[in-house]
T-cell receptor, first 113, second 115 residues
Framework: AQSVSQHNHHVILSEAASLELGCNYS??????LFWYVQYPGQHLQLLLK??????LVKGIKGFEAEFIKSKFSFNLRKPSVQWSDTAEYFC???????????FGKGNQVVVIP | GAVVSQHPSWVICKSGTSVKIECRSL??????MFWYRQFPKQSLMLMAT?????????EQGVEKDKFLINHASLTLSTLTVTSAHPEDSSFYIC???????????FGPGTRLTVT
């Protein structure tokens, strides 16, 4: 079965600090990879996605993620966070040709002004 | 664009009653809709996938007779929790996808509390 791992469930950092959230998945085959964000009181929104091509993907709000196939990873990064980045971040994976999403447990990120 | 709504946003019901949750794609046609359940401090668990005009496909461990899903049109799917019990209390989220696209657009969720 698909398995998606996200570590360090709670992350607290100060504004302007850099953020990196890890995501690893557990199965082989061609995958589609996503990062979703859920701001307090709001619904899930897509931050970025990887289907194929350049493994370094740029998303909205200054976020980027890098797909490393050999490590089964799709880590999310932002060089300088803002207070408004306080949210829960979810990594999700589907198998190519299948649109059923498997989610990681999420990272609760709190940015202190 | 690509807005998904859910109704109601929260509902409280008594044990043994049934509750219907609606999921609508407001500005696009959703050939596929998904229903998830989210427990506190945990991830989203896919419950079922529904394609317009056909029966839903349930994930392993999800009781199809308890969680009835209907996807009668390209803009509406409903989840009915039948004979609800307190353990069914949870946050239910739907998402919708256009035909041929992997990206899912999520609704705001429905908080169900069964007393």
């Amino acid at each position: 079965a698909q398995s998606v791992s996200q570590h360090n469930h709670h992350v607290i950092l100060s504004e302007a600090a850099s953020l990196e959230l890890g995501c690893n998945y557990s199965y082989g085959g061609t995958v589609n990879l996503f990062w979703y964000v859920q701001y307090p009181g709001q619904h899930l929104q897509l931050l970025l996605k990887y289907f194929s091509g350049d493994p370094l993907v740029k998303g909205i709000k200054g976020f980027e993620a890098e797909f490393i196939k050999s490590k089964f990873s799709f880590n999310l990064r932002k060089p300088s966070v803002q207070w408004s980045d306080t949210a829960e971040y979810f990594c999700a994976v589907t198998l190519y040709g299948n649109n059923r999403l498997a989610f990681g447990k999420g990272n609760q990120v709190v940015v202190i002004p | 664009g690509a807005v998904v709504s859910q109704h109601p946003s929260w509902v409280i019901c008594k044990s043994g009653t049934s509750v219907k949750i609606e999921c609508r794609s407001l500005d696009f046609q959703a050939t596929t809709m998904f229903w998830y359940r989210q427990f506190p401090k945990q991830s989203l668990m896919l419950m079922a996938t529904s394609n317009e005009g056909s029966k839903a496909t349930y994930e392993q461990g999800v009781e199809k007779d308890k969680f009835l899903i209907n996807h009668a049109s390209l803009t509406l799917s409903t989840l009915t929790v039948t004979s609800a019990h307190p353990e069914d209390s949870s946050f239910y989220i739907c998402s919708a996808a256009r035909q041929g696209f992997y990206e899912q657009y999520f609704g705001p969720g429905t908080r169900l509390t069964v007393t």
